[in-house]
């Protein structure tokens, strides 16, 4: 590609100073905030959290020096709000690529059992980490995307238009976004971005600038089991009235091997493209266990993967089932001895990049829904169905830029992987706009801990993302 258009050193140096200067502290006042995302938070009109982050991200955004940016708070009845900057090109930057970049403020539940001297909504710095939750997942982003703007503008580089898009409830699978990206269509125009930036995604290490090309999607069911209208004693009806439990733990192995954790609906899955493979294969001979299996698991527990490629595939392209909350069942310390009258459980289906999410989730609710065991009384709810995402190429000016960035700000040359996680504002945009290039990347990495207890962020690696960023909306053809 062409010489660079700024310097790289220079935009790191003005991006650290508005971070130690601004972005730590707001993104600190941002931790306390407890926007629960709405499905965690039914009431989140009324307690008026999300409404309250959004005002100081809106409120934090004004108070920059960026020439032209409007940013507003864009509202609609029953739904949560997005916050959107409009940041116009440059003078000379007019005809350059439109650049929409993503991230969202609402947040996963706290959790139980933070660490001594850690609170989910009282921001701790340690050294080089800040804790507290959605600080990395994903509070940065906005913080990320208006200080690389503003450190374009204190080394009068030049740039396209930007327009920076923040939702409120990406963690409910983004129920709530479609109607705001329709605004946001409008408000850019034709043809729509050329780039699309999302800071949602993760990191397999700190010491690169990694890109997600692929992303897989979920499909979220409640299954309900019903045996009795109110509960009995289990050493009457033991034996004769089969536990609720047992029959749903039947209809999970209808769709998932209980010994092995293959999942058994074939719509769920999808072959693995071999340049994803030959790739996933080079960073795993490079990282090697360190570097990919950073989970706080118990000393004995055998992961899931004969080696390390085998794993990263099975995390990143396979489907798999986790069930993430049950209802029906009380605390081991208030348990008595009855057969309970049923028991509902959310399923958490994560399905490969390229699967079809529609089918998917016909699939399981037709094979779960079938044939009762014993009659049961048996309900299946599809709350959400978000496909995936694999976009396994970039235009030369893009992968350069990246490569370029990844070189000076962090040492080494970029990374390529896919994301177990799901991100459904890209299937979204990208079906919208098929013609625009992606970055997807994100500071989700070693211990980060994004949805559990002691959630970080990793303050260098956010600062060089940014200061990445920057450089790449310098280079937009």
Known sequence: ?????????????????????????????????????????????????????????????????????????????????????????????????????????????????????????????????????????????????????????????????????????????????APYLEQVETLIGAPGPGLVVCLDSGCASYDRLWVTVSLRGMIEIVLRVAVLTEAVHSGTAGGTVPSSFRILRQLLSRIEDEATGEILVPECGAPVPEAYRVAVEAVAAELGDNGLNEFPTVASLALSGSNPAEQLLKRTWMPSLAVTGIDGAPPVKDAGNVIRPSTAAKLSMRLSPSADAGAAAKAVERILSADPPQGAEVKVEVVSAAPGLYTPSQAEWLSGALNEASQSLFGARTAAIGEGGSIPFLAQIAARFPRAQFLITGVLGPESNAHGVNEMLHLPTARRLTAAVAYLLASTP
């Open 1 to 177: 590609m062409d010489a660079p258009v700024t310097d790289l050193k220079v935009l790191a140096t003005y991006v650290d100073k508005i971070w130690e200067d601004s972005v730590v502290d707001a993104l600190s006042s941002y931790v306390a905030i407890p926007c629960l995302s709405p499905d965690y938070d039914p009431e989140w009109a009324t307690r008026g959290e999300i409404a309250r982050a959004a005002q100081l991200l809106s409120n934090w955004v004004k108070s920059r020096e960026i020439p032209g940016c409007r940013v507003k708070i864009a509202q609609r009845d029953g739904l949560t709000p997005v916050v959107i900057a409009d940041v116009p090109a440059t003078p000379g930057a007019e005809t350059s690529l439109v650049t929409l970049l993503y991230g969202h403020f609402d947040k996963q539940p706290p959790l139980d059992n933070w660490r001594e001297g850690l609170d989910p909504f009282v921001a701790v710095r340690e050294g080089d980490r800040l804790y507290g939750r959605g600080a990395g997942d994903d509070g940065y982003a906005l913080f990320s995307a208006i200080s690389a703007l503003e450190a374009l503008t204190m080394a009068g580089a030049p740039h396209g238009r930007c327009v920076v898009l923040i939702e409120g409830s990406e963690e409910s699978g983004s129920p709530h976004l």
